[in-house]
C-alpha cells in the first residue's frame, strides 16, 4: 500500500497519468530513487547486520540464529526430494532417513 500511494504521488507530481503508459520503475528511474523492493532488502540487510553484531546471550540474536538454521535445513531437505511436511515421521525412521540422506 506504501508502495501505491508513493507511485500515485509520484505520477500526481510529475503530471504522468495512466494514459501516458508510463512504467513505475521508469518512473522511478528518472527521479533516481530506488524502487521498494530495492528499499526493503536494504533495511533487511541493515537489520541483520545490527542483529550479528549482538552478543549471543540476546534473545533476537537467538532467533535469528534458529532462523537462518531452520531455513537452510528446509532448504537441505528439498534438494534431497523430501516433503517439508512429512521430514519429522520420515526421520524417525532410521533406514528409511539414512537411505534418502545418503542418496
Known amino acids: 500500500m506504501l ?5 500515485r504521488h509520484l505520477h500526481s507530481i510529475m503530471r504522468i497519468t495512466w494514459m501516458d503508459k508510463v512504467s513505475n520503475k521508469d518512473i522511478l528511474d528518472r527521479k533516481g530513487l530506488p524502487s521498494m523492493d530495492d528499499l526493503l532488502i536494504r ?4 537489520w541483520t547486520r545490527h542483529l550479528m553484531k549482538m552478543t549471543p546471550d ?14 537452510r535445513a528446509l532448504k537441505n531437505l528439498k ?3 523430501i516433503k517439508t511436511d512429512s521430514w519429522t515421521s520420515l526421520s524417525q525412521q532410521r533406514d528409511k532417513w539414512r537411505a534418502i540422506v545418503k542418496g
Open 3 to 7: 508502495h501505491a500511494f508513493m507511485m
Open 58 to 71: 540476546r534473545l533476537a540474536k537467538q532467533i535469528l540464529n534458529c532462523f537462518l538454521i531452520t531455513e
Open 79 to 81: 534438494l534431497r526430494d
Open 43 to 46: 533495511k533487511n540487510v541493515q
